[in-house]
């Protein structure tokens, strides 16, 4: 499976974004696999930030995006978004999206796939 994130830019606190992860390589990729956006801020560490299992049916957020942070996916597109909103300058970081064989949502690094990463900036 290749992972390709897209949709990163610069974006003023209180405004919205979109990131994309397109994937290629497995014909049904959703439907097999846990997806997981995930960030690093400079200096920190990589973190988990939403999740969808969609043999499961099921959607976890970090804390800190939760309300804010909208997983979801096109399935014609085999493309999975994360809508950002209310966007904070403490959001500031690389996102990047990975996918997993196990059905249940992992929310630590061990994903069997990644993307390359796409960088949002949040100015206050």
């Known amino acids: 499976v290749q992972l390709q994130a897209s949709g990163g830019g610069l974006v003023q606190a209180g405004g919205s974004a979109r990131l994309s992860c397109a994937a290629s390589g497995s014909g049904r990729t959703f439907s097999r696999y846990t997806m997981g956006w995930f960030r690093q801020a400079p200096g920190k560490e990589r973190e988990f930030v939403a999740g969808?299992?969609?043999?499961?049916?099921?959607?976890r957020y970090a804390s800190s995006v939760k309300g804010r942070f909208t997983i979801s996916n096109d399935v014609s597109k085999n493309t999975v978004y994360l809508q950002m909103n209310s966007l904070k300058p403490e959001d500031t970081a690389v996102y990047y999206c990975?996918?997993?064989?196990?059905?249940?949502?992992?929310?630590?690094?061990?994903?069997?796939?990644w993307g390359q990463g796409t960088e949002v900036t949040v100015s206050s």
């Open positions: 969808r299992s969609w043999p499961k049916g099921e959607t």
């Open positions: 990975a996918a997993d064989a196990r059905i249940a949502i992992v929310t630590t690094l061990n994903y069997d796939y």
